[in-house]
């Protein structure tokens, strides 16, 4: 069982940075994959970015890449996710979610943590 718990979120203008974070409980933290993903109101969930076990891949949509940076520190149990040069389309609740392997779906993740709000004001 791994439990995840996301902060971080918050208000920040156009332009701006925040940085996640995802606490991971348990002692296999760094068996699993771990990923991000968003959902916007009346939109569907949207994957954002995942990484590898290890940390050594890495990988984004086409929508964050570049402007997105995903990490994790196996020692602490928590993945990160550098947010930077956001613009209002960014406005989301943002979730982690662990999985055996990295992927963009979402249904490949076993554990979910409860989301934390991220708005960008224009």
């Avoid at 990484?51 to 928590?78: C, E, L, P, Q, W």
């Amino acid at each position: 069982q791994v439990q995840l718990v996301e902060s971080g979120g918050g208000l920040v203008q156009a332009g701006g940075s925040l940085r996640l974070s995802c606490a991971a409980s348990g002692r296999t933290f760094s068996s699993y994959a771990m990923g991000w993903f968003r959902q916007a109101p009346g939109k569907e969930r949207e994957f954002v970015s995942a990484i590898s076990s290890s940390g050594v891949s890495t990988f984004y949509s086409d929508s964050v890449k570049d402007r997105f940076t995903i990490s994790r520190d196996n020692a602490k149990n928590t993945v990160y996710l550098q947010m930077n040069s956001l613009k209002s389309e960014d406005t989301a609740v943002y979730s982690c979610a662990a999985a055996r392997r990295p992927s963009k779906r979402g249904v490949e993740y076993d554990y979910w943590g409860q989301g934390t709000q991220v708005t960008v004001s224009s």
